[in-house]
C-alpha cells in the first residue's frame, strides 16, 4: 500500500455505520434479485389467489348444488299456478327475496299427502312446504326456514289472491356522490383492502428476511460480517436490501396488475363485480394514501423483519429459528385483527393501543389515513414507529453477538445464581 | 494469575521498543453458567507472529473474538492499535474465523472484492486486487468460478486472500491450518512469513505446536480458558533446563559424584539437566577423573516439553488427541 493510501487509512480507518450497511445491503439487494428465491417470491401472490378464486368458486358451486332454497307447493293445482304467476309478478321488485316455487307432482296424486312427514320422510329436495289455501297458506318446515320464508309466502299468497297490486308504479331515480354513510361504508372498504394487503405483502416480505439470515448462518459467513461491521449495521443493510427487493417486485405486481387490467378490465368488472377504476376514495386523497401506504408498508416491513432477525439473532439453529418463528407470526396475526376491528372504533382506546403498539401501528394507520383528514398524526406515528425499528434493531444485534457468537465449552462452569436453573453448555467449544 | 512473563518478549521485553498491536488485560467471558476465558492477558507488538496455542476448548476462538470485538468482554480491557473498540479501525484488520464460510454461489473474485468492501476497498479496487492475488496463488483460472464450484482446499485460499486484499496491518487467523494438506500447510506458512516481512502483525490460533514453533516470536499457552503463559517462544522454552547427553569411555569412577543429582544413566549415555553453572566445571572434572569424554550435547527443550511444563499433561494429552483428529 502506498503511503498516501496507508495515510488515508489511517485518517479514515473504519466505514461509517451507513456505509457498512450499505456494503450488506448492496451484496444482498443483488443476490436476491438474481436467485431463484426471487422468481418464486415474485409467483408467491398468484398462488393465494388462485387458491382463494378456485376455493370460492367450488364453495359456491357446493353451495348452490347443496342448499336448496326451493320451496314445495302442495295446494290446490290452481292455487299453485296463482302462487307461481305472483311470484313472477313480484320477482322484479323483489329479486332474490323470493323463493324458487316448485309444484311438488306427489301432492297431486296422493289423496292424504302429508307434507310433515314428506319432509321427515327426507323425500324430496325442499327446503319448505306450502300447503292450505291462497287466504290461510301454511309453511311447513324447519324453524329456521319458517322463520325466513314466512313473510315472502305471505306476500306472494296475498299477491295471488289480490290483496295487492298486481302493477307498480314506475320509481324515477336520481343518483348522489355520496352521502355521509355512503363515504363511510365505502372508507371503510377501501381502509380493509389496504390493510389486508398490507399484511399480506409484509408477511411474505418478513420470511424472506428470515430466510436469508438462516442462509447466512448456514454459510457460515456471519462471523466475518460480525468482525468487519458492527453487529448492527449488518441487520440494517439486511432489512434495506430486501425492502429494496420488495419494491422492486410491488413494482413488477404493479406493472403487471396495470397491464392485466388495461387489457382485461371488462372482464375482471364483470367476473368480481368491483370497478379498481372508481374505488371509493380515501379520506387523505388518492396520492397522499398511496404515499402513506408506501411508508407504512416500510415501516411495517422493518419492524416486522427486524423482530424476525431478532429470532435469527436468538435461535442458535436453523430448525430453532423455524420454532421460533410461528408464535411471531401467530403474533402478527392476532395484531392484523387487532387493527381491522378497531377500523370501525375511531377514538377508541383500543384504537389507540393498535396506533400505539409498534407492530399494529402502520396497520391502524393505514386504515386512519383511508378514514380521517387529520394528518399531524401520521408524522407522529412514523417517528415512533421509526425509533421502534431501530431499538429492535440494536436488541436483536446486542442478542445476536451475545447469544449466537459463543465459543469455548472447556472452562470452569460458574456457580449458578441462586435463582438462575443449572443448565449445561449446550454450545460446541470453538 | 500463573504468568510470570506477561509481556510479550518476556525478558527481552525492556531490549522490544515495537510498539504494541494488541494488548489484552484480565480478559473475562463467560456463556451461561461456563466460564469460557478467565484472565487472559496478552501483549503483541507490531510486525510479530503470535500464535495462541491450546487444545480444542481451551478458549482461543473466544479469546481472539474479544480482541476483534466479535464479542465483548465480561471484564478485562482488550486494545487494538491502541483502540478500545476494534470496529473502529475495522480498515486495519483482517480475520479468517475457525468456520470458513463464503457464498456459495458467488464468483470467487466477487467474494474477495465483498471481504475488502466490508473492510473498506471500493469494489473496483478489490476485483483488481483480488485478480493479482488470484494469478499470485496460482488461482487466476478460478476467479470467475462460483465457490460452490471450487474445491475444498481453493474456498479456503479464496477466503484467505478476501481476508488480505485490503492490506491489513494485522491479521487474526483462526485455525488457519485446519484442513489444510501438508502443500497447503507450507504456502500457508510462508505466506504467514511474507506479512510479518510486510511488518503485518500475525496471531494465529492452533493446537498444532509445530506450526507455532516453527513461526511464532511469541505465543500465548491457553488451556481450561486461563493462560498461564504468554511471551516469546525463547522464553517458554527456556522455563525447562536444557539436557545434556554425555558419552563416556570409562563406565565408574569418582567423577561420577561431580555429575548432578538427575543424572540418569541409560546405556553408554548419561543424561542430566544443564547446571546453572554451565558445563565448564563438569567438564574440568570430567577430564582430571579421566572420564574418557566421546561425546557431549547440550539440547533445548522444545516447545512441546514446554507446553507440558507449563500447561500440565492432562492439556498436552488433549492437544495430541486434538492433532491426532486431525492427522498432523
Given amino acids: 500500500m502506498s503511503h498516501s493510501n496507508q495515510a488515508a487509512v489511517h485518517a479514515n480507518p473504519r466505514l461509517s455505520y451507513f456505509e457498512a450497511a450499505w456494503v450488506v445491503a448492496r451484496r444482498d439487494f443483488i443476490a436476491v434479485l438474481f436467485s431463484r428465491a426471487f422468481l418464486f417470491f415474485l409467483i408467491g401472490p398468484l398462488f393465494p389467489v388462485l387458491v382463494g378464486g378456485l376455493a370460492g368458486s367450488i364453495g359456491n358451486q357446493v353451495s348452490r348444488e347443496a342448499v336448496s332454497v326451493e320451496l314445495g307447493l302442495a295446494m290446490s293445482a290452481a292455487d299453485n299456478a296463482a302462487m307461481m304467476d305472483a311470484r313472477d309478478t313480484l320477482r322484479p321488485q323483489l329479486g332474490g327475496a323470493m323463493p324458487v316455487l316448485r309444484e311438488i307432482p306427489e301432492a297431486q296424486v296422493e289423496t292424504n299427502f302429508d307434507a310433515r312427514a314428506f319432509l321427515e320422510q327426507k323425500r324430496g329436495n325442499y327446503a319448505a312446504i306450502v300447503t292450505g289455501t291462497l287466504s290461510s297458506p301454511e309453511v311447513v318446515g324447519t324453524e329456521g326456514q319458517i322463520n325466513r320464508w314466512s313473510g315472502p309466502i305471505g306476500v306472494i299468497a296475498a299477491t295471488a289472491g289480490g290483496a295487492v297490486p298486481t302493477s307498480f308504479p314506475e320509481v324515477s331515480k336520481q343518483t348522489v356522490a355520496s352521502s355521509a354513510s355512503a363515504d363511510r361504508s365505502n372508507r371503510i372498504k377501501t381502509a380493509q383492502a389496504a390493510q389486508m394487503l398490507l399484511f399480506l405483502l409484509t408477511m411474505l416480505l418478513a420470511g424472506m428476511v428470515l430466510s436469508n439470515l438462516v442462509e447466512e448462518k448456514a454459510n457460515k459467513i456471519i462471523e466475518i460480517l460480525a468482525a468487519a461491521i458492527p453487529m448492527d449495521a449488518v441487520f440494517l443493510g439486511k432489512l434495506f436490501a430486501m425492502l429494496g427487493v420488495s419494491f422492486v417486485g410491488i413494482a413488477v405486481w404493479g406493472l403487471l396488475g396495470w397491464g392485466a387490467w388495461s387489457i382485461a378490465s371488462d372482464a375482471f368488472i364483470q367476473v368480481t363485480g368491483t370497478d379498481l377504476g372508481n374505488l371509493p376514495a380515501p379520506a387523505v386523497g388518492w396520492p397522499l394514501f398511496i404515499a402513506l401506504s408506501i411508508i407504512y408498508f416500510s415501516m411495517a416491513y422493518l419492524l416486522l423483519g427486524a423482530l424476525f432477525l431478532t429470532i435469527g439473532a436468538m435461535a442458535s439453529t436453523v430448525r430453532e429459528v423455524q420454532t421460533m418463528s410461528m408464535p411471531v407470526t401467530m403474533m402478527q396475526l392476532m395484531v392484523f385483527f387487532l387493527a381491522a376491528y378497531t377500523i370501525t372504533q375511531p377514538g377508541s382506546a383500543l384504537e389507540t393501543f393498535s396506533i400505539v403498539f409498534p407492530l399494529s401501528s402502520p396497520f391502524a394507520m393505514l386504515a386512519r389515513a383511508a378514514m380521517q383528514e387529520t394528518l399531524w398524526v401520521h408524522a407522529a406515528a412514523l417517528l415512533w414507529q421509526a425509533l421502534a425499528v431501530m431499538l429492535l434493531v440494536k436488541g436483536g444485534s446486542t442478542l445476536f453477538r451475545k447469544r449466537v457468537m459463543k465459543s469455548g465449552g472447556a472452562g470452569a462452569e460458574k456457580k449458578p445464581r441462586f435463582w438462575s436453573r443449572k443448565t449445561s453448555a449446550t454450545e460446541p467449544a470453538e | ?328
Avoid at chain 2, 315 to 326: I, M, S, V
Fill in chain 2, 1 to 328: 494469575m500463573a504468568v510470570s512473563d506477561q509481556t510479550f518478549l518476556g525478558n527481552d521485553a525492556a531490549s522490544d521498543i515495537r510498539p504494541l498491536a494488541i494488548e489484552a488485560r484480565g480478559l473475562v467471558k463467560s456463556f451461561d453458567n461456563t466460564l469460557a476465558v478467565s484472565g487472559v492477558d496478552l501483549a503483541v507488538p507490531e510486525g510479530a507472529i503470535y500464535g495462541v496455542l491450546g487444545p480444542n476448548g481451551a478458549g482461543k476462538t473466544t479469546t481472539l473474538r474479544m480482541l476483534l470485538g466479535i464479542i465483548d468482554p465480561d471484564e478485562g480491557v482488550r486494545r487494538v492499535f491502541g483502540y478500545d473498540q476494534p470496529h473502529e479501525i475495522g480498515r486495519l484488520i483482517g480475520y479468517l474465523p475457525e468456520e470458513r464460510g463464503l457464498y456459495p454461489a458467488m464468483k470467487s473474485i466477487e467474494a474477495i472484492a465483498f471481504m475488502g468492501a466490508l473492510r473498506g476497498l471500493p469494489l473496483d479496487e478489490g476485483r483488481k486486487r483480488g485478480k493479482e492475488l488470484l494469478e499470485r496463488h496460482d488461482l487466476g483460472h478460478a476467479a470467475e468460478r462460483q465457490i460452490r464450484q471450487l474445491s475444498k482446499g481453493m474456498a479456503q485460499t479464496v477466503q484467505l486472500l478476501g481476508t488480505l486484499v485490503h492490506e491489513p496491518r494485522l491479521v487474526v487467523l483462526d485455525e488457519p491450518f485446519s484442513g489444510l494438506d501438508a502443500i497447503n500447510q507450507g504456502k500457508l506458512e510462508r505466506m504467514i512469513r511474507a506479512l510479518a516481512d510486510d511488518g503485518v502483525t500475525v496471531i494465529f490460533s492452533t493446537h498444532v505446536i509445530h506450526h507455532a514453533e516453527r513461526l511464532c516470536e511469541g505465543v500465548a499457552i491457553i488451556a481450561g480458558g486461563k493462560v498461564p503463559y504468554a511471551g516469546s517462544v525463547e522464553t517458554a522454552r527456556d522455563r525447562i533446563p536444557a539436557q545434556v547427553r554425555l558419552e563416556t569411555r570409562a563406565r565408574e569412577g569418582g567423577w561420577t559424584a561431580a555429575l548432578p543429582d538427575d543424572a540418569r544413566r541409560e546405556g553408554d549415555f548419561f543424561y542430566f539437566s544443564l547446571p546453572d553453572t554451565g558445563v565448564e566445571p563438569l567438564l574440568r572434572t570430567l577430564i582430571e577423573g579421566e572420564a574418557g569424554i566421546l561425546s557431549l550435547s547440550i539440547e533445548r527443550a522444545g516447545l512441546h516439553d514446554a507446553f507440558v511444563h507449563i500447561a500440565g499433561e492432562a492439556a498436552a494429552r488433549q492437544l495430541e488427541a486434538d492433532n491426532a483428529g486431525d492427522g498432523q
